[in-house]
């Protein structure tokens, strides 16, 4: 019987919840999932320049699952670009450093004990738990 996975690390969420093909609209669109570790995968690699060793480093995971993860995440990001398909960014076996929430109204990030300031008459019950 396999281990179970370990939980990938990550300090924070995307900005955004996905992208889509410009021009299309969304309802005629296929949703593609990109999971949040490998977001955060092409993150580290491509963004911040992160050796693989650092970035698996930061996962909290080997170098060999950093690749499958990375890989993984190049091969979404290529169908969707190539198939014009939807990319919604959620799911994966990651942990963040902080509890994170979205506001249902607005869409910003909110970290857990940040006051949520918004244009109109929202409240606690607004703020959605982003979780893997």
């Known amino acids: 019987m396999a281990r179970p996975p370990q939980k990938r690390k990550m300090e924070s969420p995307p900005l955004m919840m996905g992208y889509k093909p410009f021009g299309i609209p969304r309802q005629k669109l296929d949703k593609l999932e990109l999971h949040f570790d490998e977001f955060e995968a092409i993150r580290l690699l491509d963004y911040e320049g992160m050796t693989q060793e ?63 300031v918004h244009q109109t008459n929202s409240d606690e019950n607004d703020l959605l738990p982003i979780e893997s």
């Not at 990375?70 to 290529?78: F, M």
């Not at 670009?81 to 450093?97: A, T």
Request: charged share 25%; net charge negative.
């Open 54 to 116: 650092e970035a698996a480093d930061h996962m909290n995971v080997s170098r060999p699952t950093l690749t499958r993860i990375y890989e993984s995440a190049r091969k979404a990001i290529a169908q969707a670009l190539v198939e014009g398909k939807m990319i919604v960014i959620e799911g994966g076996n990651i942990e963040f450093e902080q509890h994170w929430f979205r506001c249902k109204c607005c869409y910003q990030l909110v970290k857990e004990g940040e006051n949520h």
